[in-house]
């Protein structure tokens, strides 16, 4: 399976637990669990296990040849857990925020398939259109039960990210949904409420939610989007102006989501080019 092989047939990451791991369940089955059971196997742990080793007994025999070996195995294990585990919340995400105006739009689906294209290629895209479809299911269930069910299963999810990513890597996935609201042209008013939930849930403040919202007019020459896009009024001072930029830039440089791969970085650059655009409009009108 391009994607479930790859989400589930390395390594989990934090979506062995949790609710998020109860969704996973879900949507891939027995497959699932499967993995889980080989990944709590006392061979599977010889991984962390000799990492450790290797940094705790100075009288250990190995050369430090194995010793470097070893760690840029565990580093790996590291990095593929954590996309592995941010792609599965993106999925899990893009199924709330497309659902919530109770339509489901072939702008903001293809937006996905995408994503999942440049990952996984054509078969990835299809595959990745069916777990999306699942988990709209998945959704419809839980909501027959309880009209609030998906929404908390939502809040449970949301938490469980807020405490394994970093803020860089909540701020890269919460960019990605509002371009999925933004891929038909228009932000209903369902999916900006649902979009401040999940920036809430995700422990990500509205100032940063706002200035996402604001990318796309302020890249259009819009000078009051692009002091939206820093969180500051067109009252603020040079010096807040670049104070405000410089808390900016530290936030959405692009480095800081490396680890999740290049198809993610390249993504965080196009937004970090973006923040530099409102920022040089903003001077350019200043003279500075």
Known sequence: MAIAGKLIG???GFITGGPLGA?????????????????NTPESRQWEDNYEQTHTNRQDSRSRYEQYRRFQEYQQRQYEGQRNSFIFSLLVLA?????????????????VRQFLRTNFGEAGAVEGEQILRKLFEEQKRQNAQNPYAFQNTIRQSCQQMAQNMDYSQRLQL?????????????????????????????????????????????????????YKV????????????????????????????????EDVKKA???????INEAKERIYKSRGL
Do not use: C
Not at 193 to 203: D, P, R
């Open 10 to 12: 390395g390594f989990l």
């Open 23 to 39: 969704l996973a369940g879900v949507i891939f089955g027995s497959l699932f669990d499967s993995m889980i059971d080989v990944v």
């Open 95 to 111: 199924s709330y925020i497309i659902r919530a105006d109770g339509k489901i739009m072939h702008s903001e689906m293809e937006y």
């Open 174 to 226: 919460l960019n990605f949904l509002v371009l999925i609201a933004q891929a038909d042209g228009n932000v209903a008013t369902e999916e900006i409420n649902a979009l401040k939930e999940v920036a809430q849930y995700m422990q990500i403040s509205q100032s940063d939610l706002d200035s996402m919202l604001h990318l796309r007019n302020a890249s259009k020459g819009n000078l009051d989007e692009a």
């Open 230 to 261: 820093l969180g500051i009024s067109k009252n603020a001072t040079d010096e807040e102006v670049k104070a405000a930029y410089r808390k900016m830039a530290l936030k959405h440089h692009p480095d800081r989501v490396a680890t999740l791969g």
């Open 268 to 274: 965080a650059e196009k937004k970090f080019q973006e």
